[in-house]
């Protein structure tokens, strides 16, 4: 493999960040983890704190050799090992390398990160930060990329779809918001009941009577309700 290569650089960080999270293993807080999150993953047993600042010296070691070609393909590794920390360390990439750079090709790549090893801890992260900045960028694309989100037979496209606005404040278009919350208000999926409350609960910060309104005049689920107004009773 030729040194400074594309393909070096990603093999060099993805091997020295996988080996620093080893060395820092610990089992009995990755079998606690296992547990929190029903066993559907494997763990290092290292938590937010420590990950986050083996990450950053990772960065700080290869920062010179990470453009956007490069992290994106290192995300990609890091998505392909099982240890959910990796999970948590490629989306952390992509917040602070991309996230104000994505491309308009990028959605297939956000898609992807969403539809990998899905669960909530990843999604909505994801969802908020990811595809609610791509969409940002590209707001033309909202209503193509959100109907096939919404329209797809993928609860984490779906609670994506829901929870994209998050962060956007005044910038909430209500109507879509009320839309998908409607079309998905009878699935009976915890996911998506909790997600429909969040995204109400985070609008009512801004708009909490157009909130109030919405709720009293919809039936939804006792959950769904019971988190948008949380902060209003």
């Not at 990450?55 to 099982?82: A, F, N």
């Not at 990811?130 to 193509?144: A, N, V």
């Not at 009293?216 to 948008?228: F, G, T, V």
Request: proline content about 3%; overall charge positive; some cysteine.
């Amino acid at each position: 493999m030729i040194p400074g290569s594309l393909a070096y650089q990603q093999m060099n960080f993805t091997t020295d960040l996988i080996a620093q999270l080893t060395a820092a293993a610990n089992p009995a807080q990755a079998k606690e983890m296992n547990i929190y999150m029903r066993e559907r993953y494997s763990f290092f047993g290292v938590k937010a704190p420590q990950r986050k600042a083996i990450l950053k010296t990772t960065i700080d070691t290869y920062k010179s050799q990470l453009d956007r070609p490069t992290v994106i393909t290192i995300v990609k590794e890091l998505y392909t090992q099982p240890q959910r920390e990796l999970h948590y360390c490629a989306i952390e990439l992509v917040t602070r390398f991309l996230k104000k750079k994505f491309q308009k090709e990028d959605i297939t790549f956000i898609q992807q990160l969403i539809i990998t090893h899905s669960w909530w801890d990843t999604v909505d992260m994801i969802a908020k930060h990811h595809l609610g900045g791509y969409l940002k960028s590209f707001p033309k694309e909202t209503t193509r990329i959100i109907q096939s989100f919404s329209n797809a037979d993928h609860l984490w496209l779906n609670r994506s779809a829901i929870l994209f606005q998050l962060d956007y404040k005044k910038e909430t278009n209500a109507d879509l918001l009320f839309q998908l919350c409607l079309k998905h208000k009878n699935t009976g999926e915890f996911f998506i009941n909790k997600a429909i409350g969040w995204a109400l609960r985070e609008y009512a910060k801004t708009n909490p009577q157009a909130v109030i309104t919405f709720v009293s005049e919809h039936s939804l689920s006792p959950l769904s309700e019971q988190e948008a107004l949380k902060k209003l009773r």
